[in-house]
C-alpha cells in the first residue's frame, strides 16, 4: 500500500483488472518516461478501452458497479469468459440463428 487513502482488501486480488493494475501502479512510471521524452499522457486516448468498459459495466452489472455476480466465479473470469466466447463464435463463422431442418437418412441422394 503506497497511500494513506487506500483501503486495504477494497478488492479481491483476481477481480483486479490489468487495466486497473497499470493505473494504480505504473502510471506515475509511465508519466516519468514520457515527460523525458517531452511528452504527456494527453496524447494517448484511451476512449476504446473505456468504451469497452461501460460496455462491460452495463452487461454485466446491469448499468451499475454495484453488487456483482452471485455464481461465485470473479468478475474479471466471467467478462473474459464471454470475450472469448464471442471471439470464437466470430473466428469460427458460427451462425446468429439455428435454422431446424429434417434429415431423412433413409434418402441415398443425399
Known sequence: ??????????????????????????????????????LSLQTFSTSSIEKKNHNHVCLFFGGTTMGGGTDG?????????FENHQLFYLINNTPKKIIA??????????
Open 101 to 110: 431442418r429434417n434429415i431423412d437418412v433413409n434418402n441415398k441422394e443425399s
Open 1 to 38: 500500500m503506497n497511500s494513506g487513502t487506500q483501503i486495504p482488501d477494497l478488492y479481491r486480488k483476481d477481480d483486479v483488472t490489468p487495466y486497473m493494475h497499470v493505473f494504480a501502479k505504473h502510471v506515475p512510471q509511465f508519466m516519468r518516461q514520457l515527460k523525458e521524452i517531452g
Open 73 to 81: 466465479k470473479s468478475v474479471v473470469y466471467n467478462i473474459m469468459s
